[in-house]
């Protein structure tokens, strides 16, 4: 039952972040949770730069919440850019994007602050 609480917090605290983010950060063009399999959880976020017109697409990792566990020190584990076909951690914005991330603290509230800051990154890189 403890578990059960746990994992129901922790899932309802990430779709909480993820609706707050998406009411205050306008790039903030798609978010969606997937499965790729049976054990695997990744949540799918988009963001666009509508000056520059640059696109992201950023997956993490969640199969943490399948143990009642809180994602506080959750990276990408995906970053395609409208630049790049294919995942591609090495294109200057991917790394620019991942050192700003890296800056990150970990703990509550962690996928609010992932999304600030790569829209950061995104808005600054298109000037």
Known sequence: M?????????????IEEVQIARLEIRGLILTSFHSPSAKQLDLQLAFIDFESGVKL???LDMTCLNCG??????LPHHLQT???RTDD???????????????????YSRI?????????VLQSSGR
């Open 2 to 14: 403890l578990r059960t609480s746990s994992l129901l917090r922790n899932l309802l605290d990430v």
């Open 69 to 74: 566990v809180y994602p506080s020190e959750i």
């Open 82 to 84: 409208s630049t790049t």
């Open 112 to 120: 609010i602050r992932l999304c600030r800051c790569v829209t950061q």
């Open 57 to 59: 697409i950023m997956s």
């Open 89 to 107: 951690l090495h294109c200057p914005l991917s790394i620019e994007i991942k050192a700003a991330i890296s800056n990150l603290r970990a703990g």
